[in-house]
Antibody, heavy 126, light 108 residues
């Protein structure tokens, strides 16, 4: 059973770059047809999709964050990563990584998110 | 403000049936399938319903989903105390996944 685990600094200063890694266990990140996504949730608020990557390296980002987001993959480590630049307090949130299955006719972001990582809280503050 | 519109709260007593609505537009629900996620307090979201009305293995058949036009609904029958959670709908919208703002379900 595939499991995802986020890791990275819990505190980032304003204007700096937020960097997180998602480690995939119980299966290869390169096997099957899946997209690997990042999703965030500010405290007490709803979910926001950040973007996704395929193991080929192709990416798709939320237009609202596109100018600041980079998602990359390291198949040798079974990991994918998120970088969000020029952060502000508005970027404070729990960040989740998730897998999305790709089937015939699926939209560019995949079909649905399953499983999810447990999430990691990132606070932007000086 | 979320692209998909959900009621912020819903409630019911044990054994009752409750429904949660999700309203969108032609660019999201109107042209793509809808998924539902359940988020228990302090935990990550979990897939509850996919492709409008399909249940993943392990999800009780008390949970059901439907879609019509630009709206979708989640129904929970035989409400149980462990169903108290936040529920989110989601759909692809042109160039990004969009979510509803979430509905907090309280079991009275």
């Amino acid at each position: 059973q595939v499991q995802l685990q986020e890791s990275g600094p819990g505190l980032v200063k304003p204007s700096q770059t937020l960097s997180l890694t998602c480690t995939v266990s119980g299966g290869s990140i390169s096997s099957g047809s899946y997209y690997w996504s990042w999703i965030r949730q500010p405290a007490g608020k709803g979910l926001e999709w950040i973007g996704r990557i395929y193991t080929s390296g192709s990416t798709n980002y939320n237009p609202s964050l596109k100018s600041r987001v980079t998602i990359s993959v390291d198949t040798s480590k079974n990991q994918f990563s998120l970088k969000l630049s020029s952060v502000t307090a508005a970027d404070t949130a729990v960040y989740y990584c998730a897998r999305a299955m790709i089937t015939f006719g699926a939209p560019p972001g995949g079909n649905w998110f399953d499983p999810w990582g447990q999430g990691t809280l990132v606070t932007v503050s000086s | 403000q979320s692209v998909l519109t959900q009621p912020p709260s819903a409630s019911g007593t044990p054994g009752q049936r409750v429904t949660i609505s999700c309203s969108g537009s032609s660019s999201n629900i109107g042209s793509n399938t809808v998924n539902w996620y359940q988020q228990l307090p302090g935990t990550a979201p979990k897939l509850l319903i996919y492709s409008n009305n399909q249940r993943p293995s392990g999800v009780p058949d008390r949970f059901s989903g439907s879609k019509s036009g630009t709206s979708a609904s989640l129904a929970i029958s035989g409400l149980q105390s462990e169903d108290e959670a936040d529920y989110y709908c989601a759909a692809w919208d042109d160039s990004a996944w969009v979510f509803g703002g979430g509905t907090k379900l309280t079991v009275l």
